[in-house]
């Protein structure tokens, strides 16, 4: 009878261990898969939201000297901070000039950047925003945005073409939090 109760008690170790690396595999592809999932999705958003900052140059480009365009915007995405980073290379119209806006945001389980080609301008802090930050290496110029710091929106006036250049200049601001 002794041995029957020892057979019986091994077995429920035996089945129990089972359950639990059966449980415990579930609960890793479960979580591999949730995490696919959630940076699939933030992809999507973060570059769709993306798409935003990258129109409204062009629209503003194409709107002609004296246009202005507003575009509102969250503070933070997700419930976390971003930045935009508007930045151009190439100076002169013979050796070309390109532009980018890109997105910076802290995701999930990563960092997401996304840059976008936008109309070739000279980009211009409009005023003066503590929400702009410039930045500048050898090869080109532009600036920060840190959207935490406005009221959620941002101005961006086609005032022309300036003097030598050769590309209309965008001046871009945002109204500061009160």
Same mark, same amino acid.
Not at 58 to 78: C, N, Q, V
Not at 97 to 102: A, G, K, L, N, T
Not at 124 to 134: K, L, Q, R, V, Y
Not at 148 to 171: A, C, D, F, M, Q
């Given at each position: 009878?002794?041995?029957?109760?020892?057979?019986?008690?091994?077995?429920?170790?035996?089945?129990?261990?089972?359950?639990?690396?059966?449980?415990?595999?579930?609960?890793?592809?479960?979580?591999?898969?949730?995490?696919?999932?959630?940076?699939?999705?933030?992809?999507?958003?973060?570059?769709? #939201?993306? @798409?935003?900052?990258?129109? $409204?140059?062009?629209?503003?480009?194409? &709107? !002609?000297?004296?246009f202005?365009? *507003?575009?509102?915007?969250?503070?933070?995405?997700e419930?976390?901070?971003?930045?935009?980073?508007?930045a151009?290379?190439?100076?002169?119209?013979?050796?070309?000039r390109?532009?980018?806006?890109?997105?910076?945001?802290?995701?999930?389980?990563?960092? #997401?950047? @996304?840059?976008?080609?936008? $109309?070739p301008?000279?980009?211009?802090? &409009? !005023?003066?925003?503590?929400?702009? *930050?410039?930045v500048?290496?050898?090869?080109?110029?532009?600036?920060?945005?840190?959207?935490?710091?406005?009221?959620?929106?941002?101005?961006?006036?086609?005032?022309?073409?300036?003097g030598?250049?050769?590309?209309?200049t965008?001046?871009?601001?945002?109204?500061?939090?009160?």
């Amino acid at each position: 009878m002794e041995s029957r109760k020892g057979q019986v008690a091994v077995e429920f170790l035996m089945y129990a261990g089972l359950f639990l690396i059966i449980a415990m595999a579930a609960y890793v592809l479960t979580s591999v898969t949730e995490r696919g999932e959630v940076s699939f999705r933030e992809s999507q958003m973060v570059n769709a #939201f993306g @798409y935003k900052f990258a129109s $409204a140059p062009t629209i503003a480009y194409k &709107g !002609g000297e004296g246009f202005t365009y *507003d575009i509102s915007f969250p503070k933070k995405l997700e419930n976390r901070a971003y930045n935009i980073t508007y930045a151009c290379v190439g100076n002169t119209f013979d050796e070309g000039r390109s532009c980018y806006v890109q997105i910076g945001w802290n995701g999930t389980y990563q960092v #997401f950047n @996304y840059p976008y080609i936008i $109309a070739p301008a000279v980009y211009e802090e &409009g !005023g003066f925003s503590s929400c702009i *930050d410039p930045v500048s290496s050898s090869t080109g110029s532009g600036f920060i945005l840190y959207p935490e710091k406005s009221n959620g929106h941002i101005y961006l006036h086609n005032v022309g073409i300036e003097g030598s250049n050769s590309y209309p200049t965008i001046e871009i601001s945002c109204e500061v939090n009160p």
